[in-house]
């Protein structure tokens, strides 16, 4: 049977809310880095290009065309990249919470048992899924785990997973039409699938996916499948980031 442990995805503060642990806390008390958290040793090609086209948009939107920039004065360019940072920031923002709202959306639906859908996301979630698995399969939602597989601990709050089926589903919100014309899913994604099945089924299989949910056009969706081949790669590439941020950190934890 596997190892499990404490994940910072258990922690709370005193008012029972989620509570952000700091490196020394999980040192003294021994508590596992989510799966997120070893993602951000990770490359993010894409998250960082989305960064800066926000700043580009924010720009565009706040600059006077009747000045040239390069004309304006110390005072006058300081709060243009002041205005600019700003607005990209709220911007930025804006979307995440806008994927949290969907996500939370999404979540008390399938709590709820499937209803009739609300609204154009879970109406899409509700397709996804038909396609994919179909009706009267258990599942779960949110399930938190600390899992020790192999030589890596894996920890994280799994969105939906029928452990009847052993397949588990991750929703991710994107800007993009997700209408099947531009690929979707990078490293990042088939890492988190692949140690989470180790983690909840022990093993890789072949039938989990991401979910794209449409933030620009509302219902679209585009499911992002995994082989066993990139799972695999996923898993291996899990296991390295893992060792990484123990090493980078100074904090292995038993």
Request: include cysteine.
């Amino acid at each position: 049977s596997p190892i499990t442990q404490k994940s910072v995805n258990d922690c709370e503060n005193a008012k029972g809310e989620p509570k952000k642990v700091t490196l020394r806390e999980a040192r003294k008390e021994g508590y596992i880095p989510s799966v997120t958290t070893i993602l951000g040793m990770l490359p993010k090609p894409g998250l960082e290009k989305w960064k800066l086209t926000q700043v580009a948009e924010a720009a565009w939107s706040v600059v006077d065309f009747e000045l040239r920039p390069d004309l304006l004065d110390a005072s006058d360019r300081a709060n243009f990249l002041e205005t600019t940072l700003k607005v990209a920031q709220e911007n930025m923002t804006k979307a995440r919470e806008l994927g949290t709202d969907i996500h939370g959306r999404i979540d008390k639906w399938l709590q709820e048992g499937m209803p009739t859908p609300p609204c154009a996301y879970t109406e899409a979630a509700r397709t996804a899924l038909d396609s994919i698995v179909g009706h009267g399969y258990p599942y779960r939602v949110e399930t938190t785990f600390a899992v020790k597989c192999d030589d890596a601990w894996v920890a994280g709050k799994c969105d939906l997973h029928y452990f009847g089926l052993k397949q588990l589903f991750d929703w991710k919100s994107s800007k993009e039409p997700c209408d099947g014309v531009k690929p979707m899913g990078y490293d990042e994604h088939v890492i988190q699938i692949a140690s989470y099945q180790m983690a909840l089924f022990g093993e890789l299989r072949e039938g989990s996916a991401n979910i794209f949910l449409s933030t620009s056009i509302p219902g679209n969706f585009q499911i992002v499948p995994w082989t066993l081949e990139e799972l695999g790669r996923g898993w291996q590439m899990y296991r390295f980031l893992f060792k990484l941020w123990c090493l980078q950190k100074n904090y292995n934890p038993s």
